[in-house]
């Protein structure tokens, strides 16, 4: 049984600012492009926090594997979450599935949901194709430089939601705050980067091949229904709570299944206690509660994302 706060790791991406060191108190130098606040991925591991237990400072993927109900599942943790700042526009991507990422690139493919925490004036995304595209269209497109003409650009605010399935093209612009939870994988097949260079001024590496075989190009439904859920998906589920007072929860039965917690605090404060261990709940913070702890009790005014497994 366990609720641990979770320390997270970062990236210092090209693209990315400093709202998330400024804004949501993550104590990191320079650009902080994303914070990943759960996760086990050997690319970077979320560290338990603030604990008199013995995994205090080590990473959660230790906790995992010497507690396997943990979850609520066998199994390991199907899930990454992260905080994304773009200061700059991302490039133009997609993320294979399961069948396709595990054959030539040895882990799981990537479907992924985003969270709009805070966008300026006039921000977008590129989310899908405006229209129907065969593969040679496509690839005609990113060939000649027009292949922002055949994307769908939608403007956003916060609030908005966005479910990605893998497959999708997709790019967050410029000035948008947010959070993504994703499947457990750090597979990205860029399409086009606007030009850009990195650190020692050579252009970034593009994967057209790729990214032509696994795309979807079709257009996005507009309409989804995902049963009272924010979102739900075979990996993961996520509903956004608003807490005003007290309100309970149980890993062992939350709508009415077995699951491992996982907050993400968006806006607020207040307190998450179990009646012995009690964490102060602020902006930002991640923690992670095991699928086998009792009930427990979040008091104040602030909202979360709270993530639990899929379908």
């Known amino acids: 049984m366990a609720i641990f706060k979770l320390q997270p790791a970062h990236t210092d991406y090209l693209w990315g600012g400093t709202r998330l060191r400024e804004e949501f108190g993550k104590n990191f130098n320079g650009i902080v492009a994303?914070?990943?606040?759960?996760?086990?991925?050997?690319?970077?591991?979320?560290?338990?926090?603030?604990?008199?237990s013995s995994y205090n400072h080590r990473p959660l993927a230790e906790y995992l594997a010497d507690h396997p109900d943990a979850l609520g599942k066998r199994g390991k943790l199907p899930i990454l979450i992260k905080f994304i700042d773009a200061a700059q526009d991302l490039s133009i991507q997609v993320h294979p599935n399961d069948e396709y990422a595990l054959a030539h690139e040895n882990q799981f493919g990537k479907t992924e949901c985003w969270y709009i925490i805070d966008a300026k004036p006039n921000a977008s995304i590129y989310y899908g194709v405006n229209k129907n595209l065969t593969k040679e269209e496509f690839r005609s497109a990113i060939e000649n430089g027009t292949v922002l003409d055949v994307l769908n650009k939608v403007p956003v605010k916060a609030g908005d939601f966005f479910f990605i399935p893998a497959g999708t093209i997709h790019a967050i612009g410029a000035g948008i705050l947010i959070a993504e939870i994703q499947q457990n994988s750090n597979?990205?097949?860029?399409?086009?980067?606007?030009?850009?260079?990195d650190a020692k001024g050579n252009l970034r590496e593009l994967h057209i091949d790729k990214a032509i075989a696994?795309?979807?190009?079709?257009?996005?439904?507009?309409?989804?229904?995902?049963?009272?859920?924010l979102c739900q998906t075979p990996y993961f589920t996520v509903d956004k709570l608003t807490v005003s007072s007290e309100l309970h929860c149980d890993p062992a039965n939350f709508h009415g299944k077995k699951s491992f917690h996982s907050l993400l605090i968006l806006e607020g404060n207040g307190r998450l206690t179990d009646g012995e261990i009690s964490y102060e709940v602020k902006k930002g913070d991640s923690f992670f509660i095991s699928a086998d702890h009792p009930i427990y009790s979040l008091n104040g005014s602030f909202t979360m994302l709270l993530t639990t497994l899929g379908e």
């Open 34 to 52: 994303e914070t990943w606040e759960l996760s086990i991925h050997p690319d970077g591991h979320s560290i338990i926090t603030e604990t008199e």
């Open 187 to 197: 597979v990205t097949y860029r399409v086009y980067d606007f030009n850009r260079r």
């Open 214 to 229: 696994v795309s979807d190009l079709t257009p996005p439904q507009s309409e989804l229904d995902f049963n009272g859920h």
